[in-house]
């Protein structure tokens, strides 16, 4: 099988071939594993404990930077980024909340971190400058 669907678990295939909009929450299939794509928290991602997640805003099959997700924004779009900003928020709240899942959440990063040693990228002295 190939495409997204194929990227699904097994378990969930039918059930996503079926729905308009398949909602339900499942396992990252790349976890751990390293992305070919970028991102703003690489840095970050080297100094705090960073959590990471997708969200479907066009359907399954469209092109990346088309405009056919550019087309698909007004609904399925803003409903994506509606479950992904209450996913934030409710995320933001069980860890605002929880000092045991805080705790645990910098113990596995220092577990995940301790073999390796974060180098900046920019050279010693760097400064930032306004123009």
Known sequence: ME??????????????????????????????????????????SWNVPLGRFTAATWPVGTPAHSWQAVAAGKEVGTA?????AKTIAATLADLIADDELRR???????????????????PDGATRTNS
Do not use: K, N
Not at 12 to 29: G, K, L, N, Q, S
């Open 104 to 122: 645990r959440a910098r113990a596995e990063f220092e577990e995940q971190s301790a073999s390796h040693e974060y180098e900046s990228p920019l």
């Open 3 to 44: 495409g997204a669907l194929g990227e699904l678990p097994e378990s969930e295939r039918e059930a996503a071939r079926e729905a308009a909009m398949f909602t339900r929450p499942i396992d990252a299939p790349d976890e751990d594993e390293t992305g070919s794509y970028s991102t703003d928290s690489g840095d970050v």
């Open 80 to 84: 994506g980024m509606e479950f992904a």
